[in-house]
């Protein structure tokens, strides 16, 4: 008897997408109607060698058509990566399995040697479809280990503020970064990174706002730069450019929105913007009068349509400026984000939680529309007022 792993998934997967693990018996034992495939899941968090003794999950598979088990793990994984990235920047679980298979015999279980997967990681993130399914996470951005899709050029204005993640752990035997260069039209500097055997040292946050405390530049004169990882002088990945933007008629609304990585993607809507009020009330009609006093009478303060709940909405609707058809993509990962921001107050860092109420897009194309621009509505993730 001899039971195989024969698909794994990547060492580094994305928790919301699926995380397979393929197993197989050689030997004809599974012609039994009570054959099952068994797999018994562990994950944890902090060092890679603190998994516990025993197991978090146990998965039972019967054997499909072809008499091989396939496990899909990312639901239960992804269950488990529940805060919230901005208040965990590095948000990995490691985890492996113990596989074995069983059958009954005579009203006792047979059960087979096991065999135990290596260590892997998940990312709080997704793939999308045309991504096969177990593919090198090295392999899902031309920027990685710069942890975005980009895109390539972007805007920013030399008062934003902003980190960004970069992956600094292992993933499938890359080299990993020790920096992150920033090339400018006032010459270039480096922001050091490291990483630890740790699921919290797994990612690293480097500044991509130029007012972002640790940014490496003079903003003196400042009109544009790049950010690029690199290991020693190797660099790793494509270089993403930030413009300088000196245009500004209206109040910029900087948001922040979790990309499919699980990290934080910036954009400035820098054109009209409006805030929007709602109210929502639910009122009651008392009965008036001085039932249970010698006579009957009322004030002239009595009403017969008393609110008991008077509650509120806000919100505020955006608009971009000009941008290249490269954003439709990126704009896309912002409409399926879980986790949004207005950072009202860069100086600070102060934000505010949104939800995105924008749900169908028109993408138009340089060549049908010439000028692209869209308009996006968010609703503020707290009401007005203070009750929990």
Request: charged share 10%.
């Amino acid at each position: 008897m001899s039971l195989s792993i024969t698909q794994t998934p990547a060492l580094v997967s994305l928790a919301q997408s699926p995380i397979i693990f393929t197993v197989a018996e050689s030997t004809p034992v599974y012609t039994s109607s009570s054959f099952q495939y068994v797999g018994e899941l562990y994950y944890w968090t902090g060092s890679l060698t603190n998994s516990s003794s025993a197991a978090d999950y146990t998965i039972t598979k019967f054997p499909n058509t072809v008499n091989v088990g396939i496990f899909d793990l990312n639901r239960i994984i992804n269950s488990t990566l529940t805060p919230l990235a901005i208040a965990n920047t590095s948000s990995v679980q490691y985890f492996a399995v113990d596989f074995y298979f069983q059958y009954l015999s005579s009203s006792i279980f047979v059960t087979g040697s096991h065999t135990r997967s290596q260590t892997f990681k998940a990312l709080d993130g997704y793939g999308i479809f045309q991504e096969p399914i177990g593919q090198n996470i090295t392999s899902a951005s031309v920027y990685w280990p710069l942890m975005t899709d980009g895109p390539a050029t972007q805007s920013a204005f030399i008062d934003n503020t902003g980190n960004a993640g970069v992956y600094t752990g292992t993933a499938g035997g890359t080299i990993q970064p020790t920096k992150i260069t920033y090339t400018s039209n006032l010459g270039t500097a480096d922001y050091a990174v490291s990483t630890n055997t740790s699921s919290s040292g797994q990612i690293a946050q480097y500044p991509i706002g130029p007012a972002q405390s640790g940014f490496p530049l003079s903003t003196s004169g400042l009109t544009y730069y790049t950010t690029q990882a690199y290991s020693g002088s190797t660099a790793l990945g494509q270089p993403i450019l930030y413009n300088i933007d000196c245009i500004q008629k209206y109040p910029n609304v900087r948001v922040k929105y979790k990309n499919r990585f699980g990290q934080f993607d910036y954009f400035n809507f820098y054109m009209v913007s409006k805030q929007s009020f709602e109210t929502e009330r639910k009122s009651y009609q008392p009965q008036l009068g001085t039932w249970e006093s010698s006579t009957l009478s009322y004030q002239n303060y009595d009403t017969g349509n008393q609110a008991y709940i008077v509650d509120s909405k806000q919100g505020i609707s955006v608009n971009t400026f000009w941008i290249p058809e490269s954003y439709n993509d990126i704009l896309k990962q912002l409409l399926v984000s879980d986790e949004i921001y207005w950072v009202y107050n860069e100086s600070t860092g102060a934000v505010r939680p949104l939800t995105i109420v924008t749900q169908n897009i028109l993408f138009k194309t340089g060549v049908v529309d010439k000028l692209i621009q869209y308009q996006f509505d968010f609703q503020f993730g707290q009401p007005y007022k203070l009750i929990l």
